[in-house]
């Protein structure tokens, strides 16, 4: 049985509901429109996020701006975590 309240993250089976707002981000994300989640501290933007991009199968990247001391720092995340979705060339 999932956790019904995880201490991360919720995504898949511990996700619950958010119909309406999944569906919304999710059309907004097929239709290259920006949008800001504004809600107080836990109250489920991240999983919100993370559960549409799941269960959507949308490639993506997640930076934790978080952890970034500097504009370096901020340029090598960004440029290792890109090349993650640029397909490499096969070897034969």
Do not use: C
Not at 37 to 54: C, F, N, W
Not at 64 to 70: A, E, L
Request: proline share 5%; no cysteine; hydrophobic share 35%.
């Amino acid at each position: 049985m999932p956790n019904i309240f995880p201490r991360g993250i919720a995504v898949g089976k511990s996700f619950y509901d958010r119909t309406t707002e999944r569906k919304k981000l999710k059309q907004n994300i097929d239709n290259t429109i920006h949008t800001a989640l504004i809600a107080p501290r836990r109250y489920g933007k991240t999983s919100l996020i993370a559960q549409v991009i799941h269960e959507n199968k949308i490639d993506h990247i997640w930076i934790d701006f978080m952890t970034i001391m500097s504009k370096e720092d901020m340029q090598i995340k960004f440029f290792q975590k890109i090349s993650t979705l640029i397909p490499q060339p096969q070897k034969n």
